[in-house]
Structures are given as structure tokens and as C-alpha cells.
């Protein structure tokens, strides 16, 4: 069992920065993804940003060049660091984790709301 945290967001303005962390505790893989997905009012959830074990990352079309995914391994942690934000920013963003070993079941977290407005 997997439990994901997540924190950092808030109300920002167009063209602001946030940071989104996410502890993971529990039963953690050595060898496992965990990336940001979010969803928008009527909107289908959708990925963000990802991330490997190994640092290999993939994003999105829409945030490549503004948004960064990092991970710390020693302390089970994930960061979305989101530059030059806009109003289609908006949404709940969720924390996922999956193991790239075994049965790789995905984890949730309970989500984070990032606004972007004036």
C-alpha cells in the first residue's frame, strides 16, 4: 500500500510559479514512475508530467518548456515546478504512483488545487 500527499497549491496569477510536492509513504518500489495529472472542471483527467526512477522524464505538449518534474529518490518525493503559468493551468492536480516491478496497480493522491487567475 501506497499513500501520496500532496501539497503547494494555491491561487496564482497568469504568468506566476508554483511548486507541487508529493511525499510518498508505505510499500515503495526501488524501481517505480510517479508523475502529476490533473483535471479541470469537466474535464477528463489527464497527464502532466512524468517521471522514472532513473530521472527520464515526459510531459505533456501543453506545459513542455514551462513546467518541470524533479524527484527526490532518498526521500520518496515528487515536484512539479510550474513557471509562466496561465488560466487553462487550472485544475486539481493529482499525484500518481505506480511500481515498474510486479503487479505495477496505480496510487492517487487526494489532489491539490492550482488556480490561475487575476
Known amino acids: 500500500q501506497v499513500q501520496l500527499v500532496e501539497s503547494g497549491g494555491g491561487l496564482v496569477q497568469p504568468g506566476g510559479s508554483l511548486r507541487l510536492s508529493c511525499a510518498a509513504t508505505?510499500?515503495?518500489?526501488?524501481?517505480?514512475?510517479m508523475g502529476w495529472y490533473r483535471q479541470a472542471p469537466g474535464k477528463e483527467r489527464e497527464s502532466v508530467a512524468r517521471?522514472?526512477?532513473?530521472?527520464?522524464?515526459n510531459y505533456a505538449d501543453s506545459v513542455k518548456g514551462r513546467f518541470t518534474i524533479s524527484r527526490d529518490n532518498a526521500k520518496n518525493t515528487v515536484y512539479l515546478q510550474m513557471n509562466s503559468l496561465k488560466p487553462e493551468d487550472t485544475a486539481v492536480y493529482y499525484c500518481n504512483y505506480r511500481s515498474d516491478v510486479n503487479y505495477g496497480i496505480d496510487y492517487w493522491g487526494k489532489g491539490t488545487l492550482v488556480t490561475v487567475s487575476s
Open positions: 508505505g510499500s515503495i518500489s526501488s524501481m517505480n514512475t
Open positions: 517521471i522514472g526512477s532513473s530521472g527520464s522524464t
